[in-house]
């Protein structure tokens, strides 16, 4: 928990050490949903697998964001895309723009995120949208985290689905430091994997680091989101990177970026 300002009002500190406790409560309760091993009914065609017939395979797969305007950091753009697994290619988006009330806390950026992010998908549902996502990626950790239950998780528990949690900057939690994971990334050149294990001081795995893309030096952090083991979701997400950050993240952030790019630029015109 982040100490208050000095120039913050009591009542103000109050306020936020009690959204502090029952964040951590609705946390607790979320957690003892999270679900860390398969759990889907569709299947995952891989390559010298047997043939998995059309209707049972995995084919349309959710990506979520959200960006910030540069003008107003309270005006936020949600995005969910959907692509078809096998092509990469487009077949949903929708976005909501939205003034977001929560300030970001380390640690409890769900609250800040999640329903923006939750409504979208309760959108697509609710219309029985055919292309409906079977898998969600979100541009967030999932039990890579301080306490273990990320946004990942967090949004994968609440719509219960099937969700993978990619993030960008490492969670120093258990003896985890990136230059720790250098270290272990580039440990056995002769090595074929382009993943390691984040293994922390506990024992405890807490997700993988991948090098994505050739040429690249920084990794993605791959962690469970909900009902996926770690083995699923990072062969996953090895099958849909074209570039540094799987495809639906990817497309779910340009999409997002530039849909409020445009709405500020309008206003300033008007």
């Known amino acids: ?8 009002e009591p009542s103000q500190s109050q306020d936020s050490a009690q959204d502090h406790h029952t964040w951590i409560t609705a946390q607790d309760i979320l957690r003892e949903k999270l679900i860390t091993e398969d759990s889907f009914a569709w299947k995952l065609a891989t390559t010298g697998a047997s043939q998995v017939q059309e209707e049972e395979a995995l084919r349309y797969v959710g990506g979520v964001d959200i960006s910030f305007s540069k003008d107003d950091p309270s005006k936020a753009c949600g995005t969910l895309v959907v692509l078809d697994f096998h092509t990469l290619q487009l077949v949903y988006q929708d976005f909501s723009l ?3 009330q929560v300030p970001y806390v380390p640690g409890f950026l769900a609250f800040r995120e999640a329903p923006v992010l939750l409504q979208l998908l309760e959108k697509m549902k609710r219309s029985d949208n055919p292309f409906y996502p079977q898998l969600l990626m979100v541009d967030g950790n999932g039990i890579l985290h301080p306490r273990g239950f990320g946004l990942a998780c967090h949004i994968g528990v609440e719509a219960n689905l099937p969700t993978i949690g990619i993030g960008k900057n490492l969670h120093h939690v258990d003896g985890l430091t990136h230059s720790r994971v250098r270290e272990l990334l580039g440990a056995d050149e002769n090595s074929s994997e382009d993943f390691i294990n984040l293994v922390g001081c506990s024992g405890r795995i807490w997700g993988a680091a991948m090098i ?6 920084k990794p993605i952090f791959i962690s469970i989101g909900h009902r996926i083991s770690l ?4 062969m996953i997400v090895q099958m849909t990177c074209k570039y540094r950050v799987p495809e639906p993240i990817r497309q779910a952030d340009i999409r997002s970026r530039e849909y409020i ?4 630029m309008n206003a300033k015109v008007k």
């Open 1 to 8: 928990m982040e100490k208050p300002h000095e120039s913050q």
């Open 98 to 100: 939205v003034t977001l």
């Open 212 to 217: 994505s893309t050739q040429g690249s030096i």
């Open 231 to 234: 083995h699923t979701a990072i």
């Open 261 to 264: 790019r445009k709405l500020e």
